[in-house]
């Protein structure tokens, strides 16, 4: 578990776009059974999530068209959270970061670490936009 002093310029990175930080299993269920849309990305400390993964979330937030709740939970810290999360992004196997859009509590677009990795954070927004678009 990494400490809080550590991650919380990471967690904040998204919060103060508008992403609620999730931290319990219970909150998770909530969030993505609700209706509407519900984007949720798992945060990191990976120098991955801080290039590529939060910039990109924060761009594709702009968008006027966008998901009823943008929400948050951070790996290596909150495990119920990430495990809940987690499940409902089966059949897709673990991997932060990560980022899922729901729709009325079901998976439609994932977009895994490998998909991530190495990609600029503009091109990884324009698929979450055009997600957007379509299911929002």
Known sequence: MYPEYLVAPMRQDLTSVGFEDLKTAEEVEQAIKSEG?????????CGCAAANARPAAKM????????????TVF????????????????????SSPAMALFRDGRLVHMIERHQIEGKPAQMIADNLIQAFEEYC
Do not use: C
């Open 37 to 45: 849309t519900v984007f949720v990305v798992i945060n990191s400390v």
């Open 75 to 94: 790996a290596g810290v909150e495990k119920n959270a990430v495990d809940q999360a987690r499940a409902y992004m089966l059949p897709y196997p673990p």
């Open 60 to 71: 594709a937030s702009q968008n006027e068209k966008r998901p009823t709740k943008l929400v």
